[in-house]
T-cell receptor, first 115, second 112 residues
Framework: GDSVTQMEGPVTLSEEAFLTINCTYT??????LFWYVQYPGEGLQLLLK?????DKGSNKGFEATYRKETTSFHLEKGSVQVSDSAVYFC??????????????FGKGTHLIIQP | DAGITQSPRHKVTETGTPVTLRCHQT?????MYWYRQDPGHGLRLIHY???????DKGEVSDGYSVSRSKTEDFLLTLESATSSQTSVYFC???????????FGPGTRLLVL
């Protein structure tokens, strides 16, 4: 079945540091890929998405490129801020495998940015 | 302008009692979902709906049932709550498997 693997952390960085959170996936079809962010006590918010190979999703300075050859969707940001502290989830959505129509999530990466 | 709400937001109940969580959306999305979030597991799909009265099981459906009598409402029922069902429950809405899902604020459930 489909699966998503991401580093769990916590990942602790200083403000203005470069961020990479790795995400790799296994899917039977041609999934869409997502990064969601969860701030303390809140629900999940879409951060960015990509729907086909070589697409780049971007939002709020974050970027991720859909790499089919390496089955990866790594999240990057050039200069993080304290306000970026949150839990980040990589997820895929894939109907062609015949399974349920929900998203398959990684376990989440807790990011802590220190001033 | 939340678009999707959940009630209650917090609930404490005892083992063996029935519990119903409600999800309400105002965006006319065809698909609705229930997930549970647990430490070390991320989010896991419980049940989903692809239309009024059309529902299907997800990865962790045992002990849960759902109903959708109107487009805007999706109910999750724990027929007889167990301590293993202590979790944070999220409802989501969307347009299908490969489309963006939009999440509610969550319900924190504690089963004693």
């Amino acid at each position: 079945g489909d699966s998503v693997t991401q580093m769990e952390g916590p990942v602790t960085l200083s403000e203005e540091a470069f961020l990479t959170i790795n995400c790799t996936y296994t899917a039977t079809g041609y999934p869409s890929l997502f990064w969601y962010v969860q701030y303390p006590g809140e629900g999940l918010q879409l951060l960015l998405k990509a729907t086909k190979a070589d697409d780049k999703g971007s939002n709020k300075g974050f970027e991720a490129t859909y790499r089919k050859e390496t089955t990866s969707f790594h999240l990057e940001k050039g200069s993080v801020q304290v306000s970026d502290s949150a839990v980040y989830f990589c997820a895929l959505g894939d109907h062609s495998g015949g399974g349920a129509d929900g998203l398959t999530f990684g376990k989440g990466t807790h990011l802590i940015i220190q001033p | 302008d939340a678009g999707i709400t959940q009630s209650p937001r917090h609930k404490v109940t005892e083992t063996g009692t029935p519990v119903t969580l409600r999800c309400h959306q105002t965006e006319n999305h065809r698909y609705m979902y229930w997930y549970r979030q647990d430490p070390g597991h991320g989010l896991r799909l419980i049940h989903y709906s692809y239309g009024v009265k059309d529902t299907d099981k997800g990865e962790v459906s045992d002990g849960y049932s759902v109903s959708r009598s109107k487009t805007e409402d999706f109910l999750l029922t724990l027929e007889s709550a167990t301590s293993s069902q202590t979790s944070v429950y999220f409802c989501a809405m969307g347009a299908g498997a490969q489309e963006t899902q939009y999440f509610g604020p969550g319900t924190r459930l504690l089963v004693l």
